[in-house]
């Protein structure tokens, strides 16, 4: 399992991913930060962009903030 560090910033206009130069990851997302709503759509845009199921990526800490770190799979080439 690798833990990514990731600052989200919800309420975006359009959804986007972006590496840092400290390896740490900004992701922008349209959902609100209201019932969870930011947070499954952060566990989609991984899923997607890792390309391993959504139930194996797990937000370990800050679920309500706008800092998280992120549990996923080793991805494998």
């Excluded at 560090?5 to 130069?21: D, F, G």
């Excluded at 019932?35 to 499954?40: C, D, R, S, V, Y």
Aim: hydrophobic letters at 35%.
């Amino acid at each position: 399992m690798t833990r990514l560090k990731i600052k989200v910033k919800p309420n975006s206009k359009q959804q986007a991913l972006h590496t840092e130069p400290d390896g740490s990851l900004t992701v922008h997302l349209k959902s609100p930060p209201v019932e969870g709503k930011a947070n499954q759509e952060l566990i989609q845009l991984l899923a997607k962009h890792l390309g391993v199921p959504k139930s194996e990526i797990m937000i370990k800490s800050g679920l309500s903030s706008r800092h998280k770190l992120v549990e996923v799979p080793d991805v494998k080439p």
